[in-house]
């Protein structure tokens, strides 16, 4: 089963550049990556979605090597309305009820 | 456009009663889930269904139950509610199901 580890935690500064990343060893070959993220009292969004190389669209891009082992989840220029938990999600298309959101990571933008 | 509500926003429950949580969304969408997530933790599937008429077991399925009668609509049912059920409950949809989910806004359950 494709669990994925991710830090804690991670702190930063207006405009800034952040990374986060997520490893997933078990990945299966059938396994997409996704990334959500989700505010205090609210229901998790969705940011954006991969499978291999790199994905990128209009709030994020997605980095997955060759071997799909980790993924990089970046955020440029970050705001204050960036501070959110963010979960790193790795979905089997061929088992419907394996989808693991993890403990996610607490990202803290900072003015 | 509502997407999915959920209802109620919150209930206190006592231990031992019946207890199911609405899930409705107008987007027609096929796929529809139920997860929990309990207090600093992230979210774990509780149920999941894949299209209208079928059902299956998520994560974390003992104690509740789930029905699709219709593409819209999605109750989660705890038959005989437990203190450990206390949790917030959220349900999702999409198209597909590897799809992007969009989530409702969450039932806080309490159970005492």
């Known amino acids: 089963l494709a669990k994925t580890t991710q830090p804690i935690s991670m702190d930063s500064y207006e405009g800034q550049e952040v990374n986060i990343t997520c490893s997933h060893n078990?990945?299966?070959?059938?396994?997409?990556i996704t990334w959500y993220q989700q505010f205090p009292s609210q229901g998790p969004r969705f940011i954006i979605q991969?499978?291999?190389t790199k994905v990128t669209n209009e709030v994020a891009s997605l980095f997955i090597p060759a071997d799909r082992k980790s993924s990089t989840l970046s955020l440029p220029r970050v705001s204050l309305s960036d501070t959110a938990v963010y979960y790193c999600?790795?979905?089997?298309?061929?088992?419907?009820?394996?989808?693991?959101f993890g403990s996610g990571t607490k990202l803290n933008v900072k003015p | 456009i509502a997407g999915i509500t959920q209802a109620p926003t919150s209930q206190i429950l006592a231990a031992g009663r019946r207890m199911t949580l609405r899930c409705t969304q107008d987007?027609?969408?096929?796929?529809m889930y139920w997860y929990r997530q309990d207090l600093g933790l992230g979210l774990r599937l509780i149920h999941y269904?894949?299209?209208?008429?079928?059902?299956g077991k998520g994560e974390v399925p003992d104690g509740y139950s789930v029905s699709r009668a219709n593409t819209d609509d999605f109750p989660l049912t705890l038959a005989s509610a437990v203190p450990s059920q206390t949790s917030v409950y959220f349900c999702?949809?999409?198209?597909?199901?590897?799809?992007?989910?969009?989530f409702g806004p969450g039932t806080r359950l309490t159970v005492l």
């Open positions: 999702a949809s999409s198209e597909a199901e590897h799809n992007e989910q969009f």
């Open positions: 078990n990945i299966a070959t059938n396994d997409y």
């Open positions: 991969g499978y291999k």
């Open positions: 999600l790795v979905g089997d298309m061929n088992n419907f009820n394996k989808f693991y």
């Open positions: 987007m027609r969408h096929n796929a």
């Open positions: 269904s894949n299209t209208a008429g079928t059902t």
